[in-house]
Nanobody, 128 residues
């Protein structure tokens, strides 16, 4: 059974940092295109950071460029998202996903063409 479990979310002050983790089970993470997505209340889901399986090319949403960094630890079968200089607008549920197809940059965000599995998400709240 393919499964993704996110962790690392929480309450953080503006300007702070967080590292989110996404542990995969039932499959090998680096065989798939993977990414981090977020959904704020009343908004559509946004692909903020994605990484290709073949060449580890990374793609970031315009809103994430310069503050977000996606990485993968193949030995731990875990995907990470480092977020620095957090802003209140970063408040959202953050999800990881894995799928197939070459990652695209579309409508200012990254897209995995065929998502096979989603995690249940971890909440991030940025507030003073």
């Amino acid at each position: 059974q393919l499964q993704l479990v996110e962790s690392g979310g929480g309450l953080v002050q503006p300007g702070g940092s967080l590292r989110l983790s996404c542990l995969a089970s039932g499959f090998t993470l680096d065989d798939y295109a993977t990414g981090w997505f977020r959904q704020a209340p009343g908004k559509d889901r946004e692909g903020v950071a994605c990484i290709d399986s073949n060449d580890d090319t990374t793609t970031y949403a315009d809103s994430a460029e310069g503050r977000f960094s996606i990485s993968r630890d193949n030995a731990k079968n875990t995907l990470y998202l480092q977020i620095d200089s957090l802003e209140q607008s970063d408040t959202a549920i953050y999800f990881c996903a894995a799928g197939s197809g070459k990652i695209e940059f579309r409508q200012h965000m990254c897209v995995i063409p065929n998502v096979h599995v989603w995690g249940k998400g971890t909440p991030v709240t940025v507030s003073s």
